[in-house]
């Protein structure tokens, strides 16, 4: 079963998604190779501290995020990466590192690539390590409102 918190705001907005299993997988590649989809089209998210506030960047699960871009993306002072333990308890429903990409709902900001922009449909954890969802990429910019930059290769 998807995030409660999640799969509840996508039906009270009439989105349509769909929901699959897979094998355990930890890492966006396995994850993208054990639900047999493009690297391209699973959105994979990484934890950062943007000055001094914690946000999401979402990028296909085949790219890595440059800080340096980011950074001006987020028209920010500064941007790091954030550990484990500083977001741990901002995701009660999910497991640690299967977090969907819908900050908005746990009051961050998030940051999309440009590239992942790009995809019609795209896939993410929907909170556990062995279930995605899938859905319109239209219908996730209309409901998180991210901020799109050029921050990932």
């Given at each position: 079963?998807?995030?409660?918190?999640?799969?509840?705001?996508?039906?009270?907005?009439?989105?349509?998604?769909?929901?699959?299993?897979?094998?355990?997988?930890?890492?966006?590649?396995?994850?993208?190779?054990?639900?047999?989809?493009?690297?391209?089209?699973?959105?994979?998210?990484?934890?950062?501290?943007?000055?001094?506030?914690?946000?999401?960047?979402?990028?296909?699960?085949?790219h890595q995020v440059n800080l340096?871009?980011?950074?001006?993306?987020?028209?920010?002072?500064?941007?790091?990466?954030?550990?484990?333990?500083?977001?741990?308890?901002?995701?009660?429903?999910?497991?640690?590192?299967?977090?969907?990409?819908?900050?908005?709902?746990?009051?961050?900001?998030?940051?999309?690539?440009?590239?992942?922009?790009?995809?019609?449909?795209?896939?993410?954890?929907?909170?556990?390590h062995t279930e995605l969802v899938g859905?319109?990429?239209?219908?996730?910019?209309?409901?998180?409102?991210?901020?799109?930059?050029?921050?990932?290769?």
């Open positions: 079963m998807p995030v409660k918190k999640m799969k509840k705001f996508l039906d009270e907005h009439g989105i349509k998604y769909v929901t699959f299993q897979h094998s355990p997988a930890y890492t966006a590649q396995e994850i993208a190779q054990s639900a047999h989809i493009p690297g391209k089209n699973l959105a994979k998210i990484v934890m950062l501290r943007v000055d001094d506030r914690l946000a999401m960047a979402v990028v296909p699960a085949s340096e871009s980011l950074k001006d993306a987020a028209n920010a002072n500064m941007v790091e990466l954030a550990n484990e333990q500083e977001f741990k308890g901002m995701f009660p429903d999910c497991e640690t590192g299967a977090m969907p990409p819908f900050g908005n709902l746990y009051d961050m900001s998030v940051f999309v690539s440009e590239a992942l922009a790009e995809d019609e449909a795209i896939a993410f954890n929907a909170g556990t859905l319109a990429y239209r219908d996730f910019e209309r409901l998180v409102q991210p901020k799109l930059g050029n921050f990932s290769a």
